[in-house]
């Protein structure tokens, strides 16, 4: 599902990421750990082409990065969910409207819309927060509103940076069921995190990156 191929990436000379080698299978929940600078964030950005690798490839489904045209990058994007820790939510506009913006944006019809949308806010457990506006809502639920937007065009992948970054441990804990949930469901899942309390004694495989290189690897 998702292949990285000695994959680099420079800043000014600078190396961020060097020489990535790693496969996530289908249906797998995999963690990148690591320290603040380690590569992390870098990492997830080159996989729906925010950044471009300098060398090697990319593989996520039948997306071929390095190779991929630019009139193909929106099929891309369409195909992988991401969960920022800032939630980049727009705040004059309802959580229905959050979540649908880029289907609308698609074209998607607005009776499909309506069950699309509705679906994953139940997935997410927020259906009810609807016809809010984010600014009334907490982290956590800003956060699975994020989650929601995430998952409804039903990606191929989901990339979680650092999702719990900004809330409490407890509120943390809930996200990451939340995340787990929809592993369980058949989303594969990639987090990148620093908190090691969110995948201790999970047995999920935990990826250690640090100085732009992968140092090992751990069941959690």
Same mark, same amino acid.
């Given at each position: 599902m998702i292949i990285f191929q000695n994959v680099s990436k420079y800043y000014d000379n600078q190396t961020v990421l060097k020489n990535i080698t790693f496969t996530v299978q289908k249906g797998e929940i995999t963690f990148i750990t690591g320290p603040s600078g380690a590569g992390k964030s870098t990492l997830l950005k080159l996989m729906y082409? +925010?950044?471009s690798p300098d060398e090697g490839d990319i593989v996520i489904g039948?997306?071929?990065?390095a190779s991929l045209k630019e009139a193909q990058i929106p099929y891309l994007r369409r195909s992988v969910g991401v969960v920022f820790q800032d939630f980049k939510l727009i705040n004059s506009i309802t959580v229905f409207d959050n979540v649908a913006l880029s289907l609308r944006i698609r074209?998607?019809?607005?009776?499909?819309?309506?069950?699309?949308? *509705?679906? +994953?806010?139940?997935?997410?457990h927020i259906r009810h927060l609807s016809d809010s506006y984010?600014? *009334?809502?907490? !982290?956590g639920e800003q956060q699975r509103v994020v989650i929601a937007r995430a998952i409804a065009a039903e990606?191929?992948? &989901?990339? +979680?940076?650092?999702? %719990?970054?900004?809330?409490?441990?407890?509120?943390?804990?809930?996200i990451i069921r939340v995340l787990r949930e929809l592993n369980a469901q058949g989303a594969t899942i990639l987090i990148a995190t620093h908190n090691r309390e969110?995948?201790? !004694? %999970?047995?999920?495989?935990?990826?250690k990156?640090? !100085? !732009?290189? &992968?140092v090992g690897e751990e069941a959690g």
């Open positions: 082409l +925010a950044e039948d997306f071929h990065l074209g998607v019809k607005e009776r499909e819309i309506r069950d699309i949308v *509705s679906n +994953a806010l139940k997935k997410v984010p600014t *009334s809502l907490s !982290g990606p191929l992948v &989901i990339l +979680a940076d650092e999702p %719990t970054g900004n809330l409490d441990p407890n509120t943390s804990i809930d969110l995948f201790r !004694g %999970t047995g999920n495989r935990v990826l990156l640090d !100085g !732009g290189n &992968i």
